[in-house]
């Protein structure tokens, strides 16, 4: 009992003032120091909180990280968040364009002839992540409707981990098509126009949910969690946070809509089956 | 070439000199430029190798694992962002390639494609310690194997652009060419100066060596070279052989002038009887006359006698005083000349009991624009030469004529034939030898002095001693035994 109440007893400044560990997947344009530097600033004033911004090559470092309590909160796609349901809870979902949904773009390098996945037998394909929705998932569940795997559909296929990396891949000419995620190459085609001049979009699929933050289960209602929450939510009220939102090219966050990523569900489904 | 040559030896060798120097320098230029462009050439290709094993080791640190993981991504970033940090710079293009060949990135992978086979882009690669900037081609492949933990795991092949290198090598060489032709140009300037200098006193030897009057003259003591080097000691060498020349012209002329007088005197005895002779007849002419002096066709025919006595003597006296006239160097041979002459030998013909053939035409001398004296000369010592070969009672002739190519006249004998050494006088220009006497050589002199020729044959028992003068007043060289 003593030594409860010592323990209770004992102030927590180490804790206290331990940053929040924030993990991000290369979702956005996370090799932009400027933008990680505003979504910085705006989460740690909102938060009043120092904010420590982790990135890794790969989704599944950062889920690793999540999942094993590393992190406190992450950032991911909705495809690790499905794959890990049962131990992640959503936080927050951003909003683009006014929805809190995004697409997965079939891209080419300008000046080839194909105009759909069908044309691009044979070709090298650039992916983002095994664990990107848009940057695989999508691509894979759609050559399997059609009745073939990524595998064998083209010559060779990599993975560049990262969107901006994709469209990189394509227009640089290391390979001819890419899956990549549409909220970045669309925000590419604003901020580095002469990168994605040298690709062309050759397949959109259907809305599917946008990537969302994820927390751990049980830090799911905590402090600090319900505080993240309210920074994101809050940002368009601060300077900072406008301006880490308009960095980021998005109008916002909000609490994730029941179903919204149905759609990354099935192609989940379909890519087990 | 040949007349190139040529035309070098013909140069003055005041030139001559300097230009061979400058020759030689250029040469000298040539070879260590070579020397330079070689050791920059060498030094280049260790700079590129030094530069190329970096980049290979830096490359072979980076991309070991991502190669082994067959990371294409990664191993393309590498690559990209490696040749965006050295863009501009000597990394043109490089390519990666997995353990079989196949190419896993390459920094444009539009010029290499993944999958594809490295071999098509490593064609013309060499290995690091063979790499060289070369001449011709702007850039260079580099072939290296990709070693990470102690094995290979992949190979390296760059492109370096050694545009820069090649651009150095031709300005060094530029510059080179522009400094070895200016250096040339000045050193040779002043080494034509130096050289014309120095050689001063060898142009003042050839120029008094074929003076004003084509005899070598003597140089002034001013222009002698100081001192007692080569060139001083050459030219008062020259100068003295100069001295020995003029006195020995100076003692063959007064040779030449004494032998018309030793010719005169060998006849003395004979014009001495040939004066004496008729005396007797005229002193008995005058007694006759002075005996007879009333009868008047006695003293008649005695004067007559007289008178031819006294005109035989006045011919006698003429022709010796003419022979030793030396104020008729510019009268032209007449006929004349030669009645003299068989006039002033004929007596001594007689004393010896010599026959003499004279067969001297009409127009012996018509058109022969000749100085007599000299002719004189050589028709007096050849007939008095041939005189003292014959001996007593033998046979000599005088054969004269004029033809359309000039003038010829022939003394021949029945002598016994020249000896050798009267051969040399007369047709060679060997040195007398004591004792020979100088007629027959100023008989060659004089014939050579006049532009004739002298031919000798011996036929028949007879010496032939035939003296040629073309119309244009030059003969042709001595033809012996002709």
Known sequence: MMGGLALAAIPLPSLARMPFRLGLTPVFLDNDAEIIERLHQALSTAMDREIELVQRRTYAEVTGLLLTDTLDAAWLCGFPYLQHADALDLLAVPVWQGKPLYRSYLIAARGTQATGLSDLRGATHAFSDPDSNSGYLVTATDLIRMGARAETWFSRSIFAYGHRNVVRAVAEGLVDSGSVDGYVWETLAKVEPELTRGTRVIGKSEWLGFPPVCVGKDAAGNEASRALRQALIGLPESMAGRAALSALQLDGFQEAPAGLFDGIARRMRLLES | ?482
């Open chain 2, 1 to 482: 070439m040949n007349r190139a040559l040529h035309r070098l030896t013909t140069l003055p060798l005041s030139l001559r000199l300097p230009l061979l120097g400058a020759a030689m320098m250029l040469l000298v230029g040539i070879v260590a430029s070579q020397q330079v462009l070689s050791a920059l050439g060498r030094v280049q290709d260790a700079r590129l190798q030094e530069l190329a094993r970096l980049h290979v080791e830096g490359l072979s640190v980076a991309l070991g694992p991502l190669v082994l993981r067959r990371d294409i991504w990664e191993v393309y970033d590498t690559l990209d962002r490696a040749a965006k940090a050295s863009a501009g710079r000597r990394m043109a293009l490089t390519a990666v390639a997995d353990d079989g060949g196949r190419v896993l990135a390459a920094s444009d992978p539009r010029q290499v494609p993944i999958d594809s086979a490295i071999t098509g882009f490593a064609e013309g690669a060499v290995a690091l310690d063979q790499l060289s900037v070369g001449a011709r081609d702007e850039t260079v492949r580099l072939i290296a194997p990709l070693d990470y933990q102690g094995r290979m795991v992949g190979q390296i092949v760059s492109e370096l652009d050694v545009t820069d290198l090649q651009t150095e090598r031709r300005h060094a060489l530029l510059f080179l060419l522009l400094g070895n032709s200016l250096a040339t140009l000045i050193l040779a300037g002043l080494g034509y100066l130096a050289m014309r200098q120095m050689l001063q006193p060898v142009t003042t030897l050839a120029r008094h060596m074929t003076g004003a009057e084509g005899a070598p003259q003597r140089i002034a003591e001013a222009e002698v070279p100081r001192g007692d080097g080569e060139l001083a000691r050459l030219t008062r060498t020259y100068n003295g052989m100069v001295d020995a020349v003029s006195a020995k012209a100076e003692a063959e002329r007064r040779l030449a002038e004494r032998e018309r007088f030793v010719a005169l005197g060998r006849l003395s005895s004979s014009l001495a009887h040939e004066i004496n002779n008729p005396l007797g007849g005229l002193l008995n002419a005058t007694d006759t006359i002075r005996n007879f002096s009333d009868r008047p066709d006695v003293v008649r025919a005695s004067a007559a006698l007289l008178e031819r006595g006294l005109l035989h003597l006045r011919d006698v006296a003429r022709v010796t005083l003419e022979e030793n006239r030396l104020d008729r160097q510019d009268n032209h041979l007449t006929r004349t000349d030669f009645e003299d002459i068989r006039l002033l030998i004929e007596p001594e013909l007689k004393r010896k009991q010599q026959a003499l053939d004279w067969q001297v035409t009409a127009d012996a001398a018509k058109g022969v624009a000749l100085p007599a004296a000299p002719l004189r000369q050589i028709m007096l010592n050849l007939i008095l030469n041939a005189s003292a070969a014959v001996g007593h009672g033998g046979q000599i002739g005088l054969h004269a004529m004029a033809g359309d190519d000039g003038f010829a006249l022939e003394v021949r004998d029945t002598g016994p034939g020249l000896p050798e050494a009267a051969r040399a006088r007369l047709l060679s220009d060997a040195l007398l030898t004591p004792g020979g006497g100088v007629g027959l050589r100023l008989v060659r002199d004089l014939v050579s002095g006049l532009g004739g020729r002298i031919e000798h044959a011996r036929e028949d028992g007879t010496t032939r001693i035939r003296v040629f003068f073309n119309s244009m007043g030059h003969g042709n060289r001595d033809r012996a035994d002709a």
